[in-house]
């Protein structure tokens, strides 16, 4: 089963509050773990020690509305806690990936291996990934799902933005199958890491991957410069971000989106639909991917 993982940055003051708010939202676990790396010592009787900078997360079923679960937090607690919502990595497919360290095909040319492994067939487009940086190893179905639909696009010379980047699998999937440059944005700093290593990893300059978080991006530079526009995050994002996502594409430029359920689709197509016209391309486990070109 597909899970949401919701995450709050906080202080031990609104811990309580906030942990009591996710269960009234439907999540069925909380933890609560050290956001600052910062060691608890052995509490006296009575006490139950928290860290200074606290991370909570809940854990949502995968049709759960994030956006209602948010507008349920006070707005004021949400706003200082650094809030991320993202799919939670299938734990089966994870440990197959880690354990049994199989590299995977995705459509006729491409290749995911793991970084230390000689990939299977040295004549392919191979993908070198450390997984578990950031979301993303291809082994969650929407993950995969782009990849396929990449691999089957003509790509050459294409310029492409990854919105939501993560481990940068996708970005670099672009750049590895013909892409002249690829933006990765994320709202998270450690997956800009993980997207700049796994990009040297393969062996690309780093300006053909320049990495920003969504405020640092360059509006006027990037106005309608993509070819390709790759989001694979949420459907509430997903309508949200709407405008800025097509503010990238080109006239005729191609969007590829998922993160999304099947029984979520007709409501994104029909956001999109008076100015591009989307279509589900592929499913898998009851995640889509959708494709469309601007009109």
Same mark, same amino acid.
């Given at each position: 089963m597909a899970w949401l993982q919701l995450s709050l940055d906080t202080n031990p003051d609104h811990v309580a509050t906030l942990e009591e708010q996710m269960l009234a939202t439907g999540a069925v676990a909380v933890t609560m773990g050290d956001n600052a790396d910062q060691p608890v010592l052995e509490p006296a009787v009575g006490e139950t020690p928290l860290w200074d900078q606290t991370r909570l997360t809940g854990l949502y079923p995968a049709d759960a509305d994030m956006d209602e679960v948010l507008q349920a937090f006070p707005a004021q607690l949400l706003q200082q806690a650094n809030q991320r919502v993202e799919i939670l990595e299938d734990k089966d497919w994870e440990r197959e990936w880690m354990v049994h360290y199989q590299p995977m095909q995705f459509g006729r040319r491409l290749w995911v291996c793991p970084?230390?492994?000689?990939?299977?067939?040295?004549?392919?487009?191979?993908?070198? +990934?450390?997984?578990?940086?950031?979301? %993303?190893?291809?082994? *969650?179905?929407? #993950?995969? +799902?782009?990849?396929?639909?990449?691999? %089957?696009?003509?790509? *050459?010379?294409? #310029?492409?933005?990854?919105?939501?980047?993560?481990? %940068?699998?996708?970005?670099?999937a672009a750049l590895k199958l013909g892409a002249s440059q690829v933006l990765g944005v994320d709202n998270d700093p450690q997956a800009l890491v993980a997207t700049r290593d796994n990009g040297l990893r393969n062996g690309l300059p780093a300006q053909r991957l320049p990495v920003a978080l969504p405020g640092q991006v360059e509006q006027q530079e990037w106005t309608e410069r993509a070819g390709v526009v790759i989001a694979n995050i949420l459907a509430g994002p997903l309508i949200d971000l709407s405008d800025t996502l097509l503010h990238f594409l080109q006239p005729n430029g191609t969007l590829l989106l998922s993160g999304l359920l099947l029984s979520q689709a007709d409501t994104l197509c029909a956001h999109y639909a008076d100015r591009i016209t989307m279509q589900v391309v592929g499913e898998r486990d009851g995640w889509v991917c959708l494709r469309g070109n601007l009109h």
């Open positions: 970084s230390w492994l000689e990939p299977p067939d040295p004549d392919a487009v191979n993908l070198l +990934l450390d997984p578990g940086l950031a979301f %993303g190893t291809g082994t *969650h179905p929407t #993950t995969a +799902l782009c990849l396929r639909e990449l691999d %089957g696009m003509q790509l *050459h010379d294409q #310029t492409v933005v990854d919105y939501g980047c993560g481990s %940068g699998i996708l970005a670099v």
